[in-house]
């Protein structure tokens, strides 16, 4: 039985040409100099050069030259073509900002099924600042702080992350909305950092690597 058959894809796939693969290499590279910024801003350095680096690798990149349009992710065009995404199985399972990643059985609440696990502070910060850099990208010239808040709030994301991380995405998204990049980022870096790992881990229990 071949791949399509079996997971259901309906397209067929498209070559892979040097155009779509500079295409694809210039918006992978320019999502991740926006998402940099705003970690740097937010103290997040190493999570700032790491971010997304999965996607050059070739399990992510030749899906995406591939498949790459500029209307849409590429992951998209993938799963109608093989009914699944590869590239994007092969992300989510690398990459700690995603909420997808902190997906985990229970053994205990709801034994053998799949429950949210809480996502480090940090994890959510880079969230965060994926989620600003995607809404900037999208928007353009018309993007506004409140974008992203109103796209999370629009979404049934919530339903899939832990309590604890949904308050804590919402908080930022809704402080971003009220009192811009610059107070949110420096809230961040003050609140959510290193140097604040004690106090975070007694108060409200966020915490930060670096
Ligand atoms: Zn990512």
């Not at 155009?19 to 210039?26: D, E, I, Q, S, V």
């Not at 998402?35 to 070739?58: A, I, T």
């Not at 609140?191 to 790992?197: S, Y």
């Amino acid at each position: 039985m071949s791949e399509n058959s079996c997971f259901y894809g309906s397209h067929v796939p498209q070559p892979i040409t040097p155009a779509k693969a500079a295409a694809h290499f210039a918006t992978i590279t320019r999502h991740r100099l926006i998402v940099r910024k705003l970690c740097f801003e937010c103290g997040l350095y190493r999570q700032g050069m790491l971010h997304d680096l999965s996607k050059y690798s070739p399990e992510e990149f030749l899906v995406g030259a591939r498949y790459f349009s500029g209307s849409e992710s590429p992951n998209n065009e993938e799963r109608r073509v093989r009914g699944y995404s590869s590239s994007w199985l092969h992300h989510k399972g690398r990459n700690k900002h995603h909420y997808e990643y902190w997906l985990d059985y229970s053994v205990r609440m709801i034994p053998g099924g799949y429950r949210p696990v809480r996502m480090p502070g940090c994890y959510v910060a880079e969230m965060f600042c994926d989620r600003v850099a995607a809404s900037k990208i999208y928007r353009g010239e018309k993007y506004r702080d409140s974008d992203p808040l109103r796209y999370y709030l629009g979404s049934t994301t919530a339903r899939f992350l832990h309590p604890d991380t949904a308050a804590l995405l919402e908080k930022l998204l809704r402080m971003l909305a009220e009192k811009g990049e610059e107070t949110t980022c420096g809230y961040i870096r003050t609140h959510m950092h290193k140097h604040t790992l004690e106090q975070e881990l007694h108060s409200c229990g966020l915490f930060c690597n670096g």
